[in-house]
């Protein structure tokens, strides 16, 4: 798979490109167009996809002439500040329509010229966040990070959906590389063996399960 990590002060966006169509797929454009466009220079703007609706991954999605999906669950994210930036102040906010094309939840897939993502619904950091997985890629959001893993502390987070996301995760091949919502690239196995987050939620899920 051909695609590129910006970073968009602080928040990964992700361009997943068809040299084949000269098209691009993003996957939260949260700032920063400029540079995203720079970026996908040549290609066109298939459609973008959210990982989870707060603000610091859609704030700039609506300035591209592209439809927006995003999981049907965080969908309600969008249209309220209170979950989807309860700690930051974002000023245009109010001035900002967000028009959803179409939402999405687990197991649907996404057909994006010759790529098809599989949808992974991982809750914990939002209650509808979604991964998505093509050719031992997983574009994971904030459901983990490397050496770390998202928040589950913002409104709608839940630490025992976090820990059954985790676990889904953790069952994928060990070579699949997670591209995360901030912060560098990593790996299944990286994260399982040493990552003491995935760690402490993986051992209690056993327990809470036992
Ligand atoms: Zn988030």
Do not use: W
């Not at 997943?16 to 098209?23: A, G, I, L, M």
């Not at 939002?126 to 990070?145: K, N, R, S």
């Not at 770390?148 to 985790?166: C, H, K």
């Amino acid at each position: 798979m051909k695609y590129t990590l910006i970073d968009v002060d602080g928040t990964n966006c992700y361009a997943v490109f068809s040299d084949r169509e000269r098209r691009v797929m993003l996957i939260d454009p949260a700032f920063e167009q400029d540079r995203i466009l720079e970026a996908c220079r040549g290609f066109d703007i298939d459609k973008i996809l959210l990982t989870h609706g707060h603000m610091d991954h859609f704030y700039d999605c609506c300035l591209f002439s592209a439809p927006v999906y995003i999981s049907e669950k965080d969908k309600i994210y969008i249209e309220n500040r209170a979950l989807s930036a309860p700690y930051n102040i974002f000023p245009y906010l109010e001035k900002r329509k967000y028009d959803i094309a179409d939402t999405f939840s687990d197991g649907d897939r996404i057909a994006f010229c010759e790529y098809s993502f599989e949808v992974l619904e991982v809750p914990g950091h939002t209650p509808g966040q979604c991964a998505f997985y093509a050719e031992g890629v997983l574009f994971c959001g904030d459901l983990i990070f490397k050496n770390s893993v998202g928040r589950t502390d913002f409104p709608g987070g839940n630490e025992a959906d976090m820990a059954n996301s985790l676990s889904r995760i953790m069952t994928l091949p060990e070579d699949t590389v997670l591209c995360p919502g901030h912060g560098p690239l990593t790996n299944v196995r990286e994260e399982k063996y040493h990552n003491e987050f995935v760690e402490y939620y993986i051992r209690r899920y056993k327990n809470e399960n036992k």
